[in-house]
């Protein structure tokens, strides 16, 4: 497998151009700071200290959203995220607001991909709605890895104004997490998007991450064929074509939707 990590020259390069990136955003946007959803995972952990690094603390605002699937020790995580930060944060539980969703549309009910993905759109509510109140923008956390493969919930997770670690592949957000100084339990979790029981990424993905990155870069955003890239990582054409297929069927996550061309 390819090494994707960075020199610790280059880590900062990172780091600065990440900083400048969020501080432009909200700048040009006239906004009085951001907006973030804490989940106790790494992206939002990262996300968050990069966010406090550029606006100051007193300028992020973080959300932490549980519901009944979530583990009391990832909610535990990301209020320890927000107190360590040093910003603001309330805790507000989204399972009333599920309910309510499901007794007005009961055929949702027990259906888990609809479930899990409106409550990642019910998040993005709430994000939006303390954005517009307090004239903040919504930083989202979606890194290269999942945004390549479509793995977030469109108008969910993916209802954010900028993506500040949205070039970083998966191992790579865990890098740069180190490096800022994020405790190792947290750049070392398992990755899960909590939106049923049990769920993690690499089994609902069937691949690993340090699998799925080194495809990603070496053929999806990279120049080798399917079939080199398999010679040259060592693994099933079938694997390679599984994540090429996963990148050509979520293209429509990552544009603006699509309107008939002008007419004449
Ligand atoms: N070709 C096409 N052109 C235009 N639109 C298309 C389309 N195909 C589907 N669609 C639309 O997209 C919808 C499906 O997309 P979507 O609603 O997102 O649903 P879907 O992609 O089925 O599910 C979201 C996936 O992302 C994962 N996820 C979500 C949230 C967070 C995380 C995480 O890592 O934390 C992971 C989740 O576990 C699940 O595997 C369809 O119902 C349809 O409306
Ligand atoms: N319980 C939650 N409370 C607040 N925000 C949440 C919650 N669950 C998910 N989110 C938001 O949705 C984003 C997408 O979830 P995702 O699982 O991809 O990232 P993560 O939890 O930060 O990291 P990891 O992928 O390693 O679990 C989170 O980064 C966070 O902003
Ligand atoms: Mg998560």
């Not at 990755?191 to 870069?217: C, R, S």
């Not at 955003?221 to 994540?243: C, I, K, N, Q, Y």
């Amino acid at each position: 497998m390819i090494d994707l990590r960075f020199s610790e020259e280059e880590l900062e390069r990172r780091r600065e151009h990440i900083l400048e990136f969020v501080r432009d955003s909200v700048d040009a946007a006239g906004a009085d700071g951001a907006v973030l959803g804490l989940s106790g995972g790494i992206d939002s952990t990262l996300t968050g200290y990069l966010t406090v690094e550029a606006l100051g603390a007193e300028n992020v605002h973080g959300l932490v959203l549980p519901a009944t699937v979530s583990s009391d020790e990832n909610m535990s995580d990301a209020e320890r995220v927000a107190q360590e930060l040093e910003i603001g944060y309330d805790v507000i539980e989204i399972e009333p607001i599920v309910d309510s969703l499901l007794s007005v549309y009961p055929e949702a009910e027990g259906d888990h991909v609809a479930t899990g993905n409106a409550r990642a759109r019910i998040r993005g509510v709430l994000n939006y709605l303390v954005a517009n109140h307090e004239n903040r923008l919504v930083v989202g956390t979606g890194n290269r890895s999942e945004a390549a493969v479509g793995y977030f919930t469109k108008y969910g997770d993916g209802a954010v104004d900028c993506h500040p670690i949205g070039n970083l592949y998966k191992q790579q957000v865990r890098q740069l997490a180190r490096h800022v100084g994020v405790p190792e339990d947290l750049a070392a979790k398992t990755a899960t998007a909590e939106l049923w029981a049990d769920q993690t990424d690499e089994d609902e993905l069937g691949i690993a991450y340090d699998t799925l990155d080194a495809i990603l870069a070496t053929h999806v955003d990279g120049p080798l064929s399917v079939a080199a890239t398999a010679r040259e990582l060592e693994v099933d054409a079938e694997t390679v074509e599984m994540v090429r297929g996963l990148y050509e069927r979520s293209e429509h996550k990552r544009n603006a939707p699509p309107a008939p061309e002008p007419l004449e």
